[in-house]
């Protein structure tokens, strides 16, 4: 778990599954500044390359709430903001 609010770790993925895998994995807390939720997420990250040669992180931020549980996210689990 992240030590401060919006906050997160990134880690390098060194046993991918297969070549769409992630390239990083990890998680972050982050705080809702309209309603003060704090939601509990997964990270994702993929080195891709822009058509002039410049790498990036493409990143993905999935809910842990709704992972456990294995379904879509109901209105009100949506990241807040």
Known sequence: ??????SGTLFREDKKAKPTSPDYK?????????CARSVE?????????????AK???LSFRSKAVER???????????PF
Request: charged fraction near 25%.
């Open 56 to 58: 990036f992180l493409s």
């Open 1 to 6: 778990m992240p030590e401060y609010p919006n």
């Open 41 to 53: 997420v997964r990270l994702s990250g993929w080195i891709k390359t822009t058509r002039t040669g």
């Open 26 to 34: 990890g998680q972050a807390m982050l705080d809702c500044p309209h």
């Open 69 to 79: 549980r294995g379904e879509a996210p109901a209105a009100d689990e949506r990241l």
